[in-house]
């Protein structure tokens, strides 16, 4: 069985002068997990291993450095899930840890249940020992800050237009970062991790969490999805992946159908990755730039800004 994995750091405009580092630190995240694929380790240890790296670092909008919500604190969601048995656990709404997407696997191994929220999700990481983490950076705070100085200007007159305000301001929409790996056993796993958007209402949760929609894994494909949660959530884009090729479609065609569809439905700034049972991994989006990184058995490492980028 051929092993593979790849992950994104978030569909939409990166600021002039971070590509290169958001690039590299894909490639830095996607080393972690292909080190424990090569070393015959499980999906969901490479998946999380590759998460958390993203997690960990503050460019990303996961984790440390999460954006804030519009009461000016960070409320992150997160999910894993794994072919085998489709197994799955999500947190949404969890404050002040480190690494949500470990809670979420915590979740899936030591409870009955598949998602937990709010304060429950904060009560059941402290039991797990997950300790107190403020993952609000100064430049989090200082973007937070000058949008809330900014709000008619930011929302007002195009809170009801929010699609045409994302694609003229594109740096207001959050990117969420995700990996899918399969590993030598043929198990298929997802990682999905999130600080949702800039001034979002509290309590807002997005597509990440969602089976399905963010994230996904099934006896065929492991998918993740970024860019507006609303829309992926309205389409369950991951699982649609999945459908497809059980159908018999090939990933790649797969993918870029599910794009194509909230594309036509929802005019959606979205990107999507995915890897097949086979170590196929695609890579598509709607945006501008979506940095994302993948290998395939023995070869190296590739990062990316977009796709089509060499």
């Known amino acids: 069985m051929t092993i593979a994995l790849i992950a994104h750091g978030g569909a939409g405009r990166w600021r002039p002068g971070s590509d290169e580092d958001a690039v590299e630190g894909l490639r830095r995240a996607v080393e972690a997990g292909r080190a424990i694929l090569l070393a015959g380790g499980s ?3 490479a998946v999380c291993a590759t998460v958390v790296a993203l997690e960990d670092d503050p460019i990303y909008n996961a984790g440390t450095g999460a954006v804030l919500n519009f009461d000016g604190f960070c ?7 794994e072919s085998d048995g489709a197994r799955a656990g999500a947190v949404s709404g969890l404050q002040r840890v480190r690494n949500p997407v470990l809670v979420a696997r915590k979740v899936m191994e030591e409870t009955d249940h598949v998602m937990l929220t709010g304060d429950g999700a904060q009560r059941f990481a402290r039991v797990m020992g997950f300790p107190d983490h403020d993952p609000v950076t100064p430049e989090r705070r200082a973007d937070w800050f000058d949008k809330r100085n900014r709000v008619d200007e930011v929302l007002g007159e195009k809170a009801l237009r929010m699609r045409r305000f994302l694609r003229e301001h594109p740096e207001y929409a959050g990117g969420t970062v995700g990996a899918a790996a399969v590993d030598s ?3 298929l796993a997802a ?7 800039t001034l979002k209402m509290v309590g807002r949760v997005g597509d990440s969490p969602v089976p399905g929609a963010g ?3 099934s006896a065929h ?11 992926v959530l309205r389409s369950l ?3 649609a992946i999945s459908e497809r090729v059980e159908a018999g479609a090939g990933l790649d065609v797969a993918v870029q159908a599910v794009l194509d569809r909230l594309g036509a439905d929802y005019d959606a700034d979205v990107g999507l990755i995915a890897v097949g049972r086979d170590g196929l991994t695609v890579a598509r989006h709607r945006t501008r730039d979506m940095p994302h990184a993948f290998f395939r058995g023995e070869s190296a490492v590739a990062s990316r800004m977009r796709v089509g980028d060499r």
């Open 43 to 45: 999906s969901l240890d």
């Open 75 to 81: 409320e992150l969601d997160a999910s894993v899930m």
């Open 185 to 187: 056993r043929g198990v």
């Open 191 to 197: 990682a999905t991790s999130t600080g949702g958007v």
């Open 215 to 217: 994230n996904y894994a």
């Open 221 to 231: 494909v492991a998918a993740s999805a970024t860019g507006t949660g609303e829309f």
């Open 237 to 239: 884009a991951t699982r």
